[in-house]
Each structure stands twice: as C-alpha cells, then as structure tokens.
C-alpha cells in the first residue's frame, strides 16, 4: 500500500516553525484523521500536499477563497522582517510503503516589500531511496507525474465540498475522463496511436516503387491527408462544444442564482421535463432497435409470406392427389430390411417381393422428395413464426406511436415553461428573461455541433475504410517484390499488434464500465441508506442515470446537495477499483454537506471500501463527531488536532 | 512503488496473447507509454521500430 508516511511543514502558512505529521498506516488501520475546526488550517493540510506535488493550493483554486492575500512563509514570521528582506520555508512529503521511497520537497520563499509581500516557490526537488541511500533525482515531475500525474490528482486529493458539483452540468466528461485516466485506458489509448503512427512510418518506407503500387501509395497518402483534415475538424468541433457546454454551465449556476421562488420552481419543472425528455428519447431509441431486431428475425418470413402460403398451398394438394409421400426416414427402411419381419408379420427376407419393393423404395426416395416431406412440416412453422414477429413489430410501433406522442407534449410543455421563465422580469434579481434566451440559443448550438460532430465521425469511418481498403491493395503489389518483403513483415506486425490492442480495449473498456456501475449501485445504496434502492446506470456515452425510490425517472439533476456529494464519493471509491494508481487518498471535509445516516454509514463503510488505500480524513469537529469517531475507530491509525491561536497552528495527538 | 506498471485488468489481457512476440511488444510498448503518461511528445518511433524490427527478425 503507498502512503504519505510523513508530512514535513517549515513555515507554511499557519504552521509556524517545524511541523512533522506521521502518516503511517496499516492495511488494518488505513485511514488518518486530521480534526480542526474552520480557519484552523485543515484546508492548508491539502493545499502542503498539493503545492509540493503540483506548485498549486487546490483548496483555493476549488473555492476561489482569498488565500493570495496571505503569505506562504507564516505571517508572523514576515512580520519580524525588514523590508527588502526574504523567509523561506517548505513542504516534503514522503511516500513509500513501509519507509520512504520518494521524499518530495518544495521551498518557498516571501519577500516583504513596501506595501506587503511577494511570494515565490522554487522547482520541486526529489530523494530517491536506491538501497539504503536515498539519490537527488534530476527529473522530479516526471516521477512523480508517473506516480501520480497532474490529471488523476483530483480523483485522489480532493475537497469533500467540492464534490457536490461533481455531477452537475458537464459531468459527463469528468466520469469520462476519471474512468479513462484511471484505469490506464489513456495509456492504451496512446500506445495504439503510437504504434498506428510507426506503422504508417514503416509502409512509406517502400518509397522506391513503381507502377501500380506507386499509385497506390500516392492515393493512400492522399487518403491521410484527407482523414487528418477531418480530425481536425472534429476536434475543433468538440473544443467548440465543451466551450459551448462551459458557457451553458456559467449562465445555468447564474440562473440558479435566482432569489424568486416562482423562478426555482419554473427551473425545476424544467429540469424535471428535460429528464423526462431524455427517459423518452432513450426509450424511443430502444423501441427503435427492437423493431430492428425483430425485423431482422422475421423480416424474411414476413416479406415472403404470399410464397409461403402459396407453397403450403400446392404441397397439401400434392398430398391429397398421392403425390407426396408421408415422412418416411430412410434409417426406418433400413432398420425393416434389416430386422427381416414386418410389424404386421409380413416377410421381408433377401429375394422376396416385399424386400425388392422396400430396396426400390428407397432408391427412388430423392432429395427433392425429403425436401417436399420437410417442407410440408416446416413451411408452416415458418409462417406462423412470420405472423408473430409481425404481431411483436406492430405492438413495438404502437408503443413507439405512444411515446413519441408523450415526448411531443412534453416538449411542448418545455417550450411553455421556457417561455415563462423568458418573460421573467423580477427588479433586483437574475436576468432570468435574458439568461433563458441565451440557453436556449446555447443548447441549440450544442446540439449543431453534436450533429456536425456525428457526420464527421462518420466521414472519417468511411475515410478509414478507404485506407484501409488501398493499403491490402498495396501489400498485395508488394508482397509481389522480394525486396519489400520485410516492409510488408514489419507492417502486418504492427497491424496485428494494433489490432490486438484495439480488442484488448473494448474488452476491457466494457468490464471497466460495468464493474464502475455495479460498485456505484453497492456504494451509494449502502451509503445513503433508503428502505428502496435506487437503480444507477451508466451508460456507454458516460451519461449517469439515477432512478427510484419510487420514480422511474432519472433524478440525476434534482438530488439533494448532500445526496450528489454520496454520489460523487460512490463513484471515488468505484474509480478506486479499476484504478492503475496505488496512491493514497486526502479528503477535505468529506462528510461536509452530509447529515444524519448517510454520514455514519460513510464513516463506517468507506475505508472498507477502499481497504489497500490510506486514506487521510481532514474534518471539522462537527463531521467528526463522538459516533463517527466510534464508528471509524478500528479503522484509524492516526487521530491529531489542529489548534489554532494567535495566528498559529499546532498539530497534537487526538485526546 | 513502480512507476511502470500498468493497471493489472489491462496486462491481465495482453498475457493472453497467443503470438509471444506481439505479446511481448505490446508489453513492452505500454511499459513505454506508463512511463511518459505526464508528457505530450516523447520519443517512441525508433524504439517501437526497432522492437518491431527484432520481433520479426527483419532488417530495414
């Protein structure tokens, strides 16, 4: 298990002096508990952390507090400074297993000038333990980003509040991107693109062609020129939607901001209508494919029906003439010469009449007959196959009539709601009026964009298919030079390494997906604890589905802020179990907006959860309260307090 | 700590690989990519080449 063993502060901020906190855990008791009430620099715990990895203070950068106003080396340090004079400090943070492995450091540095302060912090700096002797690493961030890179920190280090906006607008992203940088699908990603690249390099190697294969290649080239114009046009495309989506999010927390409670309850109609719209639209889409599939089984039935009937038709009158002879199995034939006796006692021994007449039987017994004897069985199978299908597709279109009818009202009812929210014009609060138009026009550009975006995929599936198709073409014209032959070698290589790759991340792709839904189903009704669970999907565009307690409607938008802030950390400790990190974990306030069960089941269950993980709480004194302390004692291993007087923290064994 | 190693639902997979010589490229490759997960641009064609290239026994 890596955890932070040590955390070493030289006057930084409150933490006046030098300050050691032991962080060593267990895998029995892996969670630290640091106690401070607010403004007695718990917050600055996560910021020591965070400055020293990354040269930044997430805590400010999370609630856009004030903190530049304060300087980095202690206040009343720089105070007992001349101007022009300068203090220094730092934060080191030790990592390993049992004794520290890295052991990262950043100083800082204040200068106190006329009217304040300057402050400054230097490069990070890294010992590496190699042995019993610990080397200056040269290249820290690159390690360390190895260990924990820049953009899954905030999937480990994080502020439990924040949590809270985790699955507001635009989340679909953020669970996108912590499933793929989490579970190391990214470094699949780049491998593939990497390879994919080398390979090209390798074909364009056999330059010294001629002829048809000069050709070939010629158009190829031209091919790549074309799909890279098109994915570049897709990216731009998509940097314009999530600049789009960033907007829309800007205006909708500006909405939201609205005093008027006639406003929230307009905006809460619409946000409960748009879910609706979405239950809808996905049901149409499955509907849709339910007809597909149907059509697929019984389409041939149905279409051929008239045939099919005719055939059954002229076979029962070929059977009333004599013409069709019964079911008779040529096994049965054999098995009756064989036994030598009928069952009526009729002889059938070698040279007699009755066994000429079966041999005959059953030479002339052609394939055209068993054919027209199976036919006679089968053919009305078929149809009545043909006629259910056609029944089950004719109740899927009722059913597609039904809700696209219930969509339509509902969209209707969207615009009426819309509408009143743009005729909103209260004195003194939000532009509602104007800020709904501006949505609407937004939302209107996104869903362009989607579009333009969805026929450029589609242009470049084709372009792909092109390439494709032309580099087989020009294997095949190699192949027929000696001298390309290993060209062709390396090339099919690296295809099939690709290919294999390709495959390796779809599967895994799937199981990581399912295996996230199924633990964000466990955790978060474990965690929020209801007499009815909730149903949580995710779906393969990363979209989050909340349905019930009594509701089939998808409650993504309308949970409780203390509900979204369970959610969130579900979905932590499920990202915990596809991970390819081991880091530890640091969380600020993690039980802030949570109240009642929630909170001791959290407290109970989520080192649990997490059992190969240190994790280190940083909570208020209302968050750890005597039962969540009770709760969570077999798991702690460290328990301090932060006092703060007089502009200083101390940190203290728990009493 | 190891600061190479991919997450074990992935290289789980790839250990299925019939073929030993693509299975050990694409080990070797995402060994490469783990170690570079913080950078934009790393060097990896002449690497990657020359696996590709000692895996088939073929020359340039």
């Given at each position: 298990?890596?955890?932070?063993?040590?955390?070493?502060?030289?006057?930084?901020?409150?933490?006046?002096?030098?300050?050691?906190?032991?962080?060593?855990?267990?895998?029995?008791?892996?969670?630290?508990?640091?106690?401070?009430?607010?403004?007695?620099?718990?917050?600055?715990?996560?910021?020591?952390?965070?400055?020293?990895?990354?040269?930044?203070?997430?805590?400010?950068?999370?609630?856009?507090?004030?903190?530049?106003?304060?300087?980095?080396?202690?206040?009343?340090?720089?105070?007992?400074?001349?101007?022009?004079?300068?203090?220094?400090?730092?934060?080191?943070?030790?990592?390993?297993?049992?004794?520290?492995?890295?052991?990262?450091?950043?100083?800082?540095?204040?200068?106190?000038?006329?009217?304040?302060?300057?402050?400054?912090?230097?490069?990070?700096?890294?010992?590496?333990?190699?042995?019993?002797?610990?080397?200056?690493?040269?290249?820290?961030?690159?390690?360390?980003?190895?260990?924990?890179?820049?953009?899954?920190r905030d999937y480990f280090i994080f502020d439990g509040e924040a949590l809270t906006e985790f699955f507001e607008g635009g989340y679909k992203d953020r669970v996108r991107n912590g499933i793929i940088d989490v579970s190391h699908i990214g470094v699949l990603n780049s491998g593939i693109d990497h390879v994919e690249k080398v390979r090209d390099e390798i074909q364009r190697k056999a330059k010294n062609v001629e002829g048809e294969a000069a050709e070939i290649q010629e158009r190829i080239e031209t091919l790549e020129n074309e799909l890279s114009n098109l994915e570049g046009k897709k990216a731009t495309l998509e940097t314009e939607k999530t600049e789009v989506e960033n907007e829309i999010a800007r205006l909708e927390?500006?909405?939201?901001?609205?005093?008027?409670?006639?406003?929230?309850?307009?905006?809460?109609?619409?946000?409960?209508?748009?879910?609706?719209?979405?239950?809808?639209?996905?049901?149409?889409?499955?509907?849709?494919?339910?007809?597909?599939?149907?059509?697929?089984?019984?389409?041939?039935?149905?279409?051929?029906?008239?045939?099919?009937?005719?055939t059954v038709d002229q076979l029962k009158t070929l059977e009333s003439k004599g013409k069709l002879p019964p079911k008779i199995q040529d096994w049965f034939i054999d098995e009756l010469i064989e036994q030598g006796e009928c069952i009526c006692g009729a002889d059938i021994t070698e040279g007699g009449e009755t066994h000429e007449h079966l041999k005959e039987l059953k030479s002339t017994m052609s394939n055209v007959s068993t054919d027209n004897v199976e036919g006679k069985t089968e053919i009305p199978h078929i149809i009545q196959d043909g006629n259910q299908g056609a029944e089950t597709i004719r109740e899927y279109r009722r059913r597609l009539h039904e809700l696209k009818e219930k969509l339509e009202s509902k969209?209707?009812?969207?615009?009426?709601?819309?509408?009143?929210?743009?005729?909103?014009?209260?004195?003194?609060?939000?532009?509602?009026?104007?800020?709904?138009?501006?949505?609407?026009?937004?939302?209107?550009?996104?869903?362009?964009?989607?579009?333009?975006?969805?026929?450029?995929?589609?242009?470049?599936?084709?372009?792909?298919?092109?390439?494709?198709?032309?580099?087989?073409?020009?294997?095949?014209?190699?192949?027929?030079?000696?001298?390309?032959?290993?060209?062709?070698?390396?090339?099919?290589?690296?295809?099939?390494?690709?290919?294999?790759?390709?495959?390796?991340?779809?599967?895994?792709?799937?199981?990581?997906?399912?295996?996230?839904?199924?633990?964000?189903?466990?955790?978060?009704?474990?965690?929020?604890?209801?007499?009815?669970?909730?149903?949580?999907?995710?779906?393969?565009?990363?979209?989050?589905?909340?349905?019930?307690?009594?509701?089939?409607?998808?409650?993504?938008?309308?949970?409780?802020?203390?509900?979204?802030?369970?959610?969130?950390?579900?979905?932590?400790?499920?990202?915990?179990?596809?991970?390819?990190?081991?880091?530890?974990?640091?969380?600020?306030?993690?039980?802030?907006?949570?109240?009642?069960?929630?909170?001791?089941?959290?407290?109970?269950?989520?080192?649990?959860?997490?059992?190969?993980?240190?994790?280190?709480?940083?909570?208020?004194?209302?968050?750890?309260?005597?039962?969540?302390?009770?709760?969570?004692?077999?798991?702690?291993?460290?328990?301090?307090?932060?006092?703060?007087?007089?502009?200083?923290?101390?940190?203290?064994?728990?009493? | 700590?190891?600061?190479?190693?991919?997450?074990?639902?992935?290289?789980?997979?790839?250990?299925?690989?019939?073929?030993?010589?693509?299975?050990?490229?694409?080990?070797?490759?995402?060994?490469?990519?783990?170690?570079?997960?913080?950078?934009?641009?790393?060097?990896?064609?002449?690497?990657?080449?020359?696996?590709?290239?000692?895996?088939?026994?073929?020359?340039?």
């Amino acid at each position: 298990m890596v955890q932070i063993l040590e955390l070493h502060l030289k006057n930084y901020r409150q933490y006046e002096g030098e300050t050691t906190i032991d962080l060593r855990t267990t895998p029995e008791k892996n969670v630290n508990i640091i106690e401070g009430q607010n403004g007695a620099g718990k917050s600055n715990i996560l910021n020591a952390i965070t400055l020293c990895f990354y040269d930044e203070e997430i805590h400010q950068e999370a609630t856009g507090e004030e903190l530049e106003t304060l300087s980095y080396v202690s206040e009343s340090v720089v105070e007992g400074l001349s101007t022009g004079d300068s203090a220094r400090g730092y934060v080191e943070v030790h990592l390993g297993e049992d004794n520290p492995d890295y052991i990262f450091k950043r100083e800082f540095e204040t200068f106190k000038v006329p009217n304040g302060h300057n402050d400054q912090t230097y490069d990070i700096e890294l010992s590496r333990r190699v042995g019993n002797q610990y080397e200056i690493v040269t290249d820290p961030q690159t390690t360390l980003n190895q260990l924990l890179p820049a953009e899954v920190r905030d999937y480990f280090i994080f502020d439990g509040e924040a949590l809270t906006e985790f699955f507001e607008g635009g989340y679909k992203d953020r669970v996108r991107n912590g499933i793929i940088d989490v579970s190391h699908i990214g470094v699949l990603n780049s491998g593939i693109d990497h390879v994919e690249k080398v390979r090209d390099e390798i074909q364009r190697k056999a330059k010294n062609v001629e002829g048809e294969a000069a050709e070939i290649q010629e158009r190829i080239e031209t091919l790549e020129n074309e799909l890279s114009n098109l994915e570049g046009k897709k990216a731009t495309l998509e940097t314009e939607k999530t600049e789009v989506e960033n907007e829309i999010a800007r205006l909708e927390k500006k909405l939201r901001g609205a005093s008027d409670q006639g406003v929230q309850d307009l905006i809460q109609q619409r946000d409960d209508l748009r879910e609706d719209i979405d239950d809808f639209d996905s049901r149409i889409e499955t509907t849709k494919q339910d007809i597909l599939n149907e059509l697929r089984q019984a389409g041939p039935a149905v279409y051929a029906m008239d045939a099919l009937d005719y055939t059954v038709d002229q076979l029962k009158t070929l059977e009333s003439k004599g013409k069709l002879p019964p079911k008779i199995q040529d096994w049965f034939i054999d098995e009756l010469i064989e036994q030598g006796e009928c069952i009526c006692g009729a002889d059938i021994t070698e040279g007699g009449e009755t066994h000429e007449h079966l041999k005959e039987l059953k030479s002339t017994m052609s394939n055209v007959s068993t054919d027209n004897v199976e036919g006679k069985t089968e053919i009305p199978h078929i149809i009545q196959d043909g006629n259910q299908g056609a029944e089950t597709i004719r109740e899927y279109r009722r059913r597609l009539h039904e809700l696209k009818e219930k969509l339509e009202s509902k969209d209707q009812d969207l615009s009426e709601v819309k509408n009143k929210l743009k005729g909103t014009d209260i004195p003194d609060d939000v532009d509602v009026g104007e800020l709904t138009s501006q949505l609407d026009d937004l939302e209107e550009d996104k869903e362009d964009l989607i579009q333009e975006i969805g026929r450029q995929d589609a242009k470049i599936e084709d372009k792909n298919k092109d390439i494709r198709s032309a580099e087989s073409q020009l294997d095949e014209e190699l192949r027929k030079e000696d001298r390309h032959s290993d060209i062709v070698t390396q090339k099919d290589f690296a295809t099939r390494a690709v290919d294999d790759m390709k495959n390796i991340k779809e599967k895994i792709l799937s199981q990581i997906r399912t295996e996230t839904e199924e633990n964000l189903n466990k955790y978060f009704n474990d965690l929020i604890w209801k007499d009815d669970k909730y149903t949580i999907s995710l779906d393969e565009d990363y979209s989050v589905e909340v349905q019930g307690p009594d509701s089939p409607d998808n409650r993504i938008g309308s949970l409780s802020a203390g509900e979204k802030q369970v959610l969130a950390l579900s979905f932590m400790a499920a990202l915990s179990d596809i991970s390819g990190f081991t880091a530890p974990i640091v969380i600020d306030t993690p039980l802030g907006r949570i109240s009642g069960n929630p909170k001791k089941l959290i407290a109970q269950n989520l080192p649990d959860y997490l059992e190969d993980t240190q994790m280190t709480f940083l909570m208020t004194d209302e968050e750890y309260t005597d039962e969540v302390q009770g709760l969570m004692k077999h798991r702690v291993a460290n328990e301090y307090q932060l006092h703060y007087a007089d502009g200083t923290t101390e940190v203290t064994s728990y009493e | 700590m190891e600061e190479e190693t991919v997450n074990r639902l992935i290289t789980d997979e790839v250990e299925k690989i019939d073929d030993s010589e693509r299975k050990q490229f694409i080990r070797s490759v995402l060994s490469h990519e783990r170690k570079h997960i913080d950078l934009e641009n790393f060097g990896y064609k002449s690497e990657y080449k020359d696996m590709i290239k000692e895996a088939t026994g073929t020359e340039d």
